[in-house]
C-alpha cells in the first residue's frame, strides 16, 4: 500500500467523484422502481397467483420501468466502465424475466440487489478514505520527521562548527606559547652561558688584582722600612756630628731618599687603582648576580604559568576534539536515520 499510497491519494477524488455519480444513478433507479412499480407490482403478482399469466406476456406499465432500470444501470456502467453495475444490469434482467414465473415480487430482488451494491461501493469508499487518510497521515508523519532530522542535522553540525573552531583557536595558543618557551629556554640558557663566562672573567680578574696588590703593598712595605730608616739615620747622624765637632772623615754614601719617595708615591697610585679595580670588579661581580639570580627566577615562574597554560589548553582542545568526534558520530547516525526516511518518503510519495 505504500508504494501506491500517493497514487491512491492522488486517484481518490476521481474515485469519489465517480462513485458518488453512481451510487446517484443506482438512487434514482431505486427510486423509479419505488415510485412506478409499487401499484403494478400488487396488480400484476396477485393477478398471475389467479390467472397463472406469465412475465413474458406481460404488457403493463411495470414493463416499461423494468426496461427503464435495465436501460438505465447499463448506460451507467458503459460510461463508468464499471463491471459492478453490468453484472447488476443482467442481475437484474435476470430477475425480472425469470422471478415470476414463480409466484415471486421480482423488484423485491432487485431493491435487494441495488442495496447490496450500495453497501459494496460504500463499503469501498469507506477503504479507500481509509487508505487516503493513511496516505495522508503517513506522508505528514513523514515530513516531520524529515524536518526534525534536518533540524537535528543543522544543530549537531553547529556544534561541531563551534567546538572545531574553538579547538582549532586552542590549539593556534598552545603553538604560541610553547614557541614562547622555547625562546625563554633559549634566553636562559644564553643567561647561564654569559654568567659562567662572566664568574670566569672575574674570579681571574680577582686573582690577578689580588696578586699585583699583594705585590704592591709588599714592594711598599720594603721601600719604606729601607728609606724610612736611612732618613733618620741620616739625621741623627749629622746632628751627633754637629755636636761633636770633629775633624771632617771621609765621604760615605747616602741613600737617594728623593728617588725612593717618588717610587714609593708611585707605588701608592698603583695601590689604590688596583685596590679600586678590585672593588669594582667584586660590586660589578654581586650586581650581575643579583640581576641573574632575579631575572632565572622570574624565567622559572614564567615557565611555571606557561607550561600550565600547555596543559590546561591541551586537554580542553584534547576535550573538545573528543566532543567533535562524538558529535560527529551523532550525526552520522541522524544523517543515515534521514537517508532511510527519505527513501521511505520517496516510496510513498
Request: glycine share 6%.
Amino acid at each position: 500500500a505504500n508504494d501506491n499510497c500517493m497514487q491512491t491519494a492522488a486517484d481518490h477524488e476521481a474515485t469519489v467523484k465517480a462513485r458518488a455519480e453512481e451510487l446517484k444513478v443506482i438512487a434514482e433507479a431505486r427510486k423509479i422502481l419505488a415510485d412506478t412499480t409499487s401499484g403494478a407490482v400488487d396488480q400484476t403478482y396477485s393477478m398471475l397467483q389467479t390467472a397463472a399469466l406469465t412475465v413474458s406476456r406481460l404488457r403493463t406499465h411495470a414493463d416499461l420501468a423494468n426496461a427503464e432500470v435495465i436501460n438505465l444501470v447499463k448506460k451507467l456502467a458503459r460510461e463508468q466502465h464499471s463491471a459492478a453495475l453490468a453484472q447488476l444490469a443482467s442481475r437484474i434482467s435476470a430477475v425480472l424475466r425469470f422471478g415470476a414465473g414463480a409466484g415471486e415480487d421480482p423488484f423485491a430482488k432487485v431493491k435487494g440487489l441495488i442495496q447490496e451494491l450500495i453497501e459494496k461501493l460504500e463499503a469501498e469508499a469507506g477503504t479507500e478514505a481509509t487508505e487516503k487518510a493513511y496516505c495522508d497521515e503517513q506522508i505528514a508523519k513523514t515530513e516531520e520527521k524529515k524536518s526534525e532530522l534536518n533540524y537535528d542535522i543543522s544543530k549537531l553540525t553547529a556544534k561541531i562548527d563551534q567546538a572545531s573552531a574553538k579547538s582549532a583557536a586552542l590549539k593556534g595558543e598552545v603553538k604560541d606559547v610553547q614557541e614562547e618557551l622555547a625562546i625563554l629556554a633559549k634566553t636562559q640558557a644564553e643567561m647561564d652561558t654569559a654568567r659562567r663566562e662572566g664568574h670566569a672573567s672575574f674570579v681571574q680578574a680577582q686573582a690577578d688584582l689580588q696578586e699585583g696588590l699583594a705585590g704592591v703593598r709588599k714592594a711598599l712595605g720594603v721601600l719604606r722600612e729601607y728609606y724610612g730608616g736611612a732618613s733618620a739615620a741620616f739625621v741623627q747622624g749629622g746632628n751627633l756630628r754637629a755636636t761633636m765637632r770633629q775633624p771632617a772623615t771621609p765621604e760615605l754614601h747616602s741613600k737617594a731618599a728623593g728617588a725612593g719617595g717618588s717610587i714609593i708615591g708611585i707605588l701608592e697610585v698603583v695601590e689604590s687603582d688596583f685596590a679600586k679595580n678590585l672593588a669594582a670588579e667584586e660590586t660589578e661581580e654581586d650586581s650581575a648576580q643579583v640581576d641573574y639570580v632575579k631575572m632565572t627566577q622570574q624565567n622559572k615562574v614564567t615557565q611555571t604559568l606557561k607550561n600550565q597554560d600547555v596543559a590546561y589548553k591541551t586537554k580542553e582542545f584534547t576535550s573538545l576534539d573528543k566532543n567533535v568526534a562524538d558529535l560527529t558520530g551523532d550525526r552520522e547516525t541522524t544523517d543515515a536515520e534521514r537517508s532511510a526516511v527519505l527513501e521511505y518518503y520517496a516510496k510513498i510519495k
